[in-house]
């Protein structure tokens, strides 16, 4: 082989990288999105964020902001 070892080394790893990567796609395309842990989620979980975000558009609705603390930051000021 004409490549030296440094190169021999860089061409293993891209390869590698490139087999990996074309594993990833197969198994995305074979197994969805499921393969990944994001599902659906459940109703009670459902009705809980619909609560909260009715809760949030009531309060800024009615011009309710949160009560956040003072901001201490470290950044000059423009």
């Known amino acids: ?3 030296g070892p440094s190169a021999t ?3 293993s790893l891209v390869g590698a990288g490139a ?3 074309m594993c990833a796609a197969f198994w995305r395309v ?3 999105d499921d393969a990944y842990g994001v599902g659906a989620r459940s109703q009670d979980q459902e009705n809980y ?3 909260v975000r009715q809760r949030n ?3 800024m609705a009615a011009g309710r902001r949160p009560i956040r603390g003072d901001i201490h930051s470290t950044l000059p000021t423009l």
Do not use: A, S
Request: net charge negative; hydrophobic share 55%; aromatic share 12%.
């Open 1 to 3: 082989m004409g490549l």
């Open 9 to 11: 080394i860089i061409v």
């Open 19 to 21: 087999f990996i990567l």
């Open 30 to 32: 074979l197994h969805g």
């Open 49 to 51: 964020m619909r609560e």
């Open 57 to 59: 558009y009531d309060d």
